[in-house]
């Protein structure tokens, strides 16, 4: 029996692409702090509870940029975490449509490496089942960020 036909066949899987590696979106940017507890939207129409710990502020292609750094407040989540939760010009075309997250690295002198080539789709680009947060309206970026995950194939 075809797999297509047979209700028991293992699905098949969507294979990650990545952008070639630029040099241009990696950044190592100070934060400005601006502490405010938060909920997130999600994709499961669950609120994440968060708190937006301030805002990274840079030049991307001649466009002034700015981004919100989020910690999410929920058991199991490192409390020295910090991440970005995004959306470009290449979301819903190249890049996953809700947009993109970032991990971010401090790099030990209280500058964080932004480094948009680490980029990476949310688990929901993968599967319905999981409760992803949605990046906040503020952290829309005028540019393209032609770095990182693209949408999955």
């Known amino acids: 029996m075809a ?18 590696y630029d040099a241009r979106f990696r950044l190592t940017l100070s934060l400005e702090p601006d502490a405010l507890r938060i909920a997130l939207g999600s994709t499961r129409e669950h609120d994440r ?3 937006r710990v301030g805002w990274f502020a840079f030049t991307l292609e001649g466009n002034a940029c700015r981004l919100a750094a989020t910690r999410l407040i929920e058991p199991g989540v490192p409390k020295d975490s910090l991440q970005l939760f995004f959306r470009d010009r290449t979301s819903g075309e190249t890049t996953y449509g809700l947009g993109r997250y970032l991990d971010l690295e401090d790099s030990g002198d209280g500058r964080y490496v932004v480094d948009f080539n680490r980029a990476y789709n949310p688990a929901c680009a993968f599967s319905p089942y999981y409760n992803c947060p949605v990046p906040p309206e503020e952290n829309r970026l005028p540019v393209m960020i032609t770095a990182g995950e693209m949408t999955p194939r």
């Open 3 to 20: 797999s297509g036909s047979n209700p028991e066949a293992p699905r098949p899987t969507l294979a990650p692409r990545w952008y070639p």
């Open 49 to 51: 509870s968060a708190e």
